[in-house]
């Protein structure tokens, strides 16, 4: 009587970790920001705090704009896909904001908001 083929016995590997391949990195007026995947960090003073792929975006704009502030307008454009209702986006910007608020104190930063108009970062 011939034998049914055995099942294929099922092998779990550990994942193997690559290490993490450094990303873009933008540098102006000593504000550092590390665009590497996984890894985004905004340094300044010696200081570095992690931070989200959006707010590195965001340090990045608020930066070039130096001291001048940069519109909510540019900054939903460009830290949100061109989908969903100005009102999402607008809720959204003010979520990555107030956390990336966070962040730039601890690397003594500051963003501000200029009601109406958008935001600026300004150096200690």
Do not use: C, W, Y
């Not at 873009?24 to 992690?50: N, Q």
């Not at 104190?105 to 935001?119: A, N, Q, S």
């Amino acid at each position: 009587e011939p034998k049914e083929p055995a099942e294929p016995k099922l092998v779990s590997r550990p994942a193997v970790v690559k290490p993490k391949e450094p990303g873009r990195v933008f540098a102006l007026g000593g504000i550092t920001v590390d665009f590497t995947d996984g890894a985004e960090t905004v340094r300044f003073a010696g200081k570095e705090s992690a931070v989200s792929p959006r707010q590195a975006l965001l340090f990045e704009a608020l930066a070039k704009g130096m001291p001048n502030p940069i519109g909510r307008d540019f900054l939903r454009h460009r830290l949100f896909s061109a989908h969903g209702s100005m009102t999402q986006k607008d809720v959204q910007l003010d979520l990555v904001v107030g956390d990336a608020k966070r962040a730039a104190r601890g690397v003594d930063l500051t963003i501000h908001e200029l009601k109406g108009i958008g935001f600026s970062l300004v150096k200690p």
